[in-house]
Every structure is written in structure tokens, then in C-alpha cells.
């Protein structure tokens, strides 16, 4: 099975304990709502973590084929998160039709987890996509053209597990 590692919050789901994306926030709203991807935790997860609203690190040992939905996975360990949540630099208003433009391209084959659109403060707007598996630059211009990122912030959720001697795991 290949591993990958992504940020996640720990939840609880139909009684199991679960990881989900963070989705680029560096700390959980507690009213938010259950993920399209998760990864079920166990009594075997290396440094088990209770139920909390900030952002951890975990290496995920991946199914296969990934579901269209639903899990994706098993925790092998959790560990504080050792990467910041990126802060948005949003947008102007003036840009948010252009913005959402953008958003209206985003292909099911990028596998969104989560695309949010909304003001971060009165003079600043943010259009977020999270996806599965990381996307490639040229692809991303590709759909959504030149200057995609001052628009919009693209985050993938899982990436490849670097082992020791510092090999890409299989995809």
C-alpha cells in the first residue's frame, strides 16, 4: 500500500475516530460539516490523538483504487502539524466575479474535496479549492489560464510519503 501525508483534523464519525482534510484552515469551526475523503483512525495509530479543532500531520497508508467519496484509508501516525496553514492573500471585491468564474472550471478529475468562496474581510475575498492528490502547474494553467493564482488558492490535501532515503512512494 502506498503512504501519503496530508493535514488534518481529528473528528469523530458514526462513533470512529477519523482524519479529514484541513482544507488550507489552520484551525477545525466545530459546526463544520463531514468531509467527502476521510481516513479511519485506529488503536494501532502511532501518537493516537483525542478530538481537537487544531490542525495535525498524518501519514495515511492508501487504498486502492481511492473512492469517489468516503475512505480512503487507514492512519498509521499523527503528529503536530510541522506546516503552518497558509494564509490567503484574497482578492480585491471588484475581482470576485472573476474569481468565481475560475471556480465554475475546476474538473471532478482534480477530485475537490472542498471549494470555497467568501469575504475574509471587507476588502479581501477568498476562492479556495482543496484537492485530493496534488495537481500539476501546467495543468492547472492549462484549465484555469494564466494568473490563476492571484485568484484563487489550490491546496492538495495528500502527497506522496518521502521515505528516509528520500523516494517518492508509488501513487
Do not use: C, K
Request: no cysteine.
Amino acid at each position: 500500500m502506498s503512504r501519503y501525508v496530508g493535514e488534518v483534523f481529528v473528528v469523530r464519525r458514526e462513533g470512529n475516530l477519523v482524519a479529514e482534510p484541513a482544507g488550507g484552515l489552520a484551525r477545525r469551526d466545530p459546526d463544520a460539516p463531514p468531509q467527502s475523503w476521510f481516513a479511519i483512525i485506529d488503536d494501532e495509530t502511532a501518537g493516537l490523538p483525542r478530538i481537537g479543532i487544531d490542525r495535525l500531520s498524518a501519514e495515511i497508508e492508501l487504498r486502492r483504487p481511492v473512492p469517489d467519496s468516503g475512505l480512503v484509508g487507514r492512519v498509521v501516525q499523527i503528529s503536530p502539524s510541522a506546516a503552518a496553514a497558509q494564509a490567503s492573500t484574497g482578492f480585491p471585491p471588484a475581482r470576485a466575479d472573476d474569481a468565481m468564474d475560475l471556480l465554475e472550471l475546476v474538473p471532478d478529475g482534480w477530485q475537490p474535496y472542498e471549494v470555497r468562496f467568501g469575504e475574509l474581510d471587507a476588502e479581501r475575498w477568498e476562492a479556495f479549492v482543496g484537492t485530493l492528490f496534488p495537481v500539476p502547474v501546467e495543468e492547472i494553467v492549462a484549465v484555469l489560464g494564466a494568473g490563476w493564482e492571484r485568484l484563487v488558492r489550490i491546496e492538495p490535501w495528500l502527497a506522496p510519503h518521502r521515505t528516509d532515503g528520500g523516494d517518492r512512494a508509488a501513487p
